[in-house]
């Protein structure tokens, strides 16, 4: 079983839904956490970075988790084409640049004009 | 000015030969790291360097050997290529950022090198 577990969709959905990504991790020590986007023939870039449970919001995006059930989650809202794009969450238990990140397997998100 | 810059970004070439790939980083970050990406999107870990020094080593094949000569470049040479090793392959750096629990370390990702054994 992987430590992070990230549907691997494809998702699709038409422009202006809102959008739900989600995360379950194993490791009850993991307390940052971390949404990537990647579009086609990048690489990931950093889009949410949240500690311990709770939201986190920044313009259209929404993350949240929740520690108790270890599940995080990233909401996009008012979807654009632009957001097409492969979306995957990340964790660690510090802050420490000499800790690996672990990733879920990334969600390919496609929005509908 | 690309602030992780990696090459080539494609390489195509045959079983058993020996490749290099380079990255370099112009953020001033202390830490670099090696990840393969394989065909499923999946990200993992390979290396990880702190001024020089090796950090992270995942049960990586010995034929994969990093090298970083300063700060702001880490290299990555894989002898005795196997079809297996086709994947992309992402070099990043990071720094901690703010204090407390504000605190971040944020990965910066190069564009990736397409990497394909045949």
């Known amino acids: 079983q992987k430590e992070v577990e990230q549907d691997p969709g494809p998702l699709s959905v038409p422009e202006g839904a809102i959008v739900s990504l989600n995360c379950t991790y194993s490791?009850?020590?993991?307390?940052?956490f971390m949404w990537y986007r990647q579009y086609s023939r990048k690489g990931p870039e950093l889009l949410m970075y949240?500690?311990?449970?709770g939201n986190k919001e920044d313009g259209r995006f929404t993350a949240q988790v929740d520690k108790s059930s270890k599940y995080i989650s990233l909401f996009i809202r008012d979807s654009q084409p632009s957001d097409s794009a492969t979306y995957l969450c990340?964790?660690?238990?510090?802050?420490?640049?000499?800790?690996?990140?672990?990733f879920g397997t990334g969600t390919r998100l496609t929005i509908i004009p | 000015d690309t602030a992780v810059s990696q090459t080539p970004k494609y390489l195509v070439t045959q079983m058993g030969n020996d490749k290099s790939i380079k990255c370099e980083q112009n953020?001033?970050?202390?830490?670099m790291y090696w990840y393969k990406q394989d065909s499923k999107k999946f990200l993992k870990i390979m290396f990880s360097?702190?001024?020089?020094?090796?950090?992270i080593n995942e049960t990586v094949p010995n034929r994969f050997s990093p090298k970083s000569p300063d700060k702001a470049h880490l290299n990555l040479h894989i002898n005795s290529l196997e079809l297996g090793d086709s994947a992309v392959y992402f070099c990043?750096?990071?720094?901690?950022?703010?204090?407390?629990?504000?605190?971040?370390?944020?990965?910066?990702f190069g564009a990736g090198t397409r990497l394909s054994v045949l």
């Open positions: 949240t500690y311990s449970s």
């Open positions: 990340a964790t660690r238990q510090t802050n420490f640049g000499n800790e690996k990140l672990t």
């Open positions: 360097y702190n001024n020089k020094e090796l950090i």
């Open positions: 990043a750096s990071s720094q901690e950022e703010g204090a407390g629990t504000l605190a971040k370390n944020i990965q910066y």
């Open positions: 953020l001033g970050h202390d830490t």
């Open positions: 490791n009850s020590a993991f307390q940052y």
